[in-house]
């Protein structure tokens, strides 16, 4: 049997719909994309310009640091307990107003260190859910899965924090997560969580893969003026130039001078919910980190429940950005292993999700007429 790739399917499905486009209409269409394209250009060698200039600044105001250690801190580093937690979900459904969250939740423990083969643990579980339409399950689904993470956060400080010396766990995902999710419960569950791993001394880091949002170009604003950053519209518009100079120049990982959300002048949906944690006690720090010239750049986060000095700070992500990128991203690695083995091992598909609804809908529709409704999931 012939097997493709993903990624070859998808060429060959954009050629398809290409393909299947009124000739006419294409015409016209590409004939504007190359005019599109040659604006795209001139604006990007603008960006590319100011971004070395602003790389320079940046530079000078001693907001990048470097990611170096000797072999005697390796070996140190190596020795550091930590956990890394995932979760994912599907929504399936809707037939008679209900709707299905399938999701996993992996936990994944190396106690004595760096391993490359820590422990792992996965769960699975199917929520039934009542909701109007799809984004509303989608919404709930998300919180049966974040309930689920905080418990497996619980788990693992209760692991890790038996060992009485500074520990870490990795969540793949920010800190506050949903990010803009303001039900006063569920933020006093998921404070006690985290709250409960720092009184065991387990660190809590957020791993951020997708970099959104505008505070540190906010910070930008504030400290340099508007018009030195005017050319970019969000953080990862202006990080992923400004740090591809600085990796460069430096031959080694970089990340930024670590910033707390209590410092940015946004006033989003973001901000407000930050506050919400805040006013409890939790401080989330976080830096802007980039492995490699071609990697992508990542949001680093820190939990504190304590006031940190600016020293502190400092060297609280010398020592996490030397576990993450030293000890365990691995060579043609960007990601620490064990944020990929989390993620890899919860990861729910969507088509295993669609085969477990119609199985579930089998059995609840075998008897009498009721196998009719199968129709409307085929």
Not at 218 to 245: C, H, I, P, W, Y
Not at 343 to 357: D, Q
């Amino acid at each position: 049997m012939f097997v493709r790739s993903l990624d070859e399917l998808k060429k060959l499905i954009r050629k398809i719909e290409f393909n299947k486009t009124e000739h006419e209409l294409l015409v016209e269409l590409v004939d504007k994309a190359m005019k599109a394209g040659e604006g795209e250009r001139e604006r990007l060698e603008h960006i590319s310009k100011k971004s070395h200039e602003l790389f320079k600044m940046l530079k000078g105001m001693g907001l990048f640091y470097q990611i170096k250690s000797d072999d005697k801190s390796i070996d140190t580093l190596k020795r550091i307990p930590i956990g890394a937690v995932d979760g994912s979900f599907q929504v399936v459904g809707g037939t008679g107003g209900r709707w299905y969250a399938i999701f996993g939740i992996s936990q994944i423990i190396a106690e004595k260190g760096f391993t490359l083969k820590p422990v792992i643990k996965v769960d699975g579980g199917i929520e039934p859910l009542e909701a109007v339409d799809e984004g509303a399950a989608h919404h709930k689904a998300e919180i049966v899965m974040m309930l689920g993470e905080m418990k497996s956060f619980r788990k693992i400080a209760e692991k890790l924090g038996s060992s009485k010396k500074d520990c870490y766990l990795l969540i793949d995902g920010p800190v506050i997560d949903p990010p803009l999710y303001m039900n006063e419960e569920y933020i006093e569950s998921r404070v006690d969580a985290l709250r409960f791993c720092i009184e065991r001394n387990v660190n809590v880091i957020g791993f951020v893969k997708r970099v959104m949002g505008s505070n540190y170009l906010s910070f930008l604003r504030n400290e340099l003026g508007k018009q030195q950053v005017a050319e970019f519209t969000n953080d990862l518009d202006l990080l992923s130039t400004v740090m591809f100079d600085a990796v460069k120049e430096a031959s080694c990982p970089i990340y930024t001078y670590p910033l707390s959300f209590d410092e940015s002048t946004e006033k989003d949906n973001l901000t407000l919910v930050y506050r919400c944690y805040s006013d409890r006690g939790l401080t989330v720090y976080y830096s802007y980190y980039k492995p490699s010239l071609r990697g992508r750049v990542f949001r680093v986060e820190y939990a504190s429940f304590k006031e940190l000095s600016e020293q502190k700070v400092l060297e609280k992500f010398d020592e996490i950005l030397s576990v993450i990128n030293i000890v365990w991203t691995l060579p043609g690695m960007e990601e620490p292993l064990p944020i990929i083995i989390a993620h890899n091992k919860c990861n729910v598909r969507r088509g295993a999700a669609e085969t477990l609804y119609y199985e579930i809908m089998a059995r609840a529709l075998s008897k009498g007429d009721l196998h009719l409704w199968l129709e409307s999931i085929t």
